[in-house]
């Protein structure tokens, strides 16, 4: 269901999926006058996206939703283990500093198993 504060998407588990995400919320974003959040959104939207297709390797849901004040991003993918966590940051690893840039530039976030599923989400205040 697409509404005029909450829209989702379908993205699939290939290599475009961060950058399906990245315009869908972009434009989600724009449509709703929150502009001056675009940059971080899109970022924080690219890493969670990238890590549903990396770690769950499914298709995934991509929710963007206006709350109080700012926007809530959720991915829902088919991952079968755990919850999303930051991991001990690496400054000689080119990877796995996605949920550290959501842990430091998103306002809220949080992970959780639902219905089999696995879920992050964060927020971002305008």
Request: charged content about 25%; hydrophobic content about 40%; cysteine-free.
């Amino acid at each position: 269901m697409n509404s005029a504060e909450s829209r989702h998407v379908e993205l699939p588990a290939s290599p475009a999926a961060p950058r399906l995400g990245r315009q869908f919320v972009g434009q989600a974003l724009h449509d709703w006058r929150l502009d001056d959040l675009a940059e971080t959104v899109t970022l924080l939207t690219s890493e969670i996206v990238t890590n549903a297709v990396i770690h769950a390797g499914s298709a995934s849901k991509l929710r963007v939703e206006r709350v109080d004040g700012g926007v809530r991003v959720t991915v829902a993918d088919g991952g079968e283990h755990g919850v999303a966590e930051p991991s001990a940051r690496r400054v000689d690893s080119a990877g796995g500093h996605g949920l550290a840039l959501v842990d430091t530039l998103a306002d809220q976030w949080g992970s959780r198993r639902l219905d089999g599923r696995h879920e992050v989400w964060f927020e971002l205040r305008a």
